[in-house]
């Protein structure tokens, strides 16, 4: 099995606040998923949206924000592999936004740059690599996502 992490799911397995219980919940599913060795996979998209609220909160309260140090563990420590936006995932991702737009699904603006659509097309491909294996999307965020992958709640995916 492959698990691709959504925006959402990576902020929550990087926050530090002992406090939010969701986020604690979800680092005990990653770690999980980890020792059963699950490949855990998410974007540099991701990683950028993440870092940059990350960034954002630091600037603003005057200190570095914990989730900092924890994202950029994930991926030093092997934990979690970053996938590069490819040229042959932006050409399918914008095959993918011509469908959804012509067929009334899409996901935003026609101006805005779509990272849902992104890293779906990203799925897409890790998909057709590794046929046979099951790759599904975690998120909170069904609705857009669930148009062009498999995708669930994080809670919702179990071995």
């Known amino acids: ?6 925006t959402n799911i990576l902020g929550l397995v990087c926050n530090k606040n002992t406090s939010f219980d969701e986020s604690q919940q979800c680092k005990k599913w990653f770690d999980t998923l980890f020792i059963k060795g699950v490949r855990i996979v998410t974007s540099d998209l991701c990683n950028y949206e993440v870092m940059r609220g ?7 309260s005057g200190k570095v924000a914990s989730g ?3 994202l950029e563990s994930l991926k ?3 934990f979690l592999e970053f996938l590069p936006v490819s ?5 399918l991702a914008a095959n993918l936004w011509a469908r959804a737009s012509t067929s ?3 996901t935003r ?9 992104i890293i779906s097309a990203q799925y897409q491909l890790l998909k057709d ?17 669930s148009i062009f992958c498999e995708a669930a709640h994080w809670q919702a995916i179990k071995l």
């Not at 040229?87 to 050409?91: F, K, M």
């Not at 026609?110 to 849902?116: G, S």
Request: no cysteine.
């Open 76 to 78: 030093s420590d092997g």
């Open 87 to 91: 040229t042959e995932a932006l050409d």
């Open 109 to 117: 603006d026609e101006k805005d740059i779509d990272i849902d659509i």
């Open 68 to 70: 900092i140090k924890s």
């Open 129 to 145: 690599e590794f046929l046979g294996q099951r790759v599904i999307m975690a998120t909170t965020n069904l609705k857009h996502l």
């Open 1 to 6: 099995m492959i698990v691709f992490l959504d």
């Open 104 to 106: 009334g699904q899409t």
């Open 54 to 60: 990350l960034k954002t909160s630091s600037i603003r």
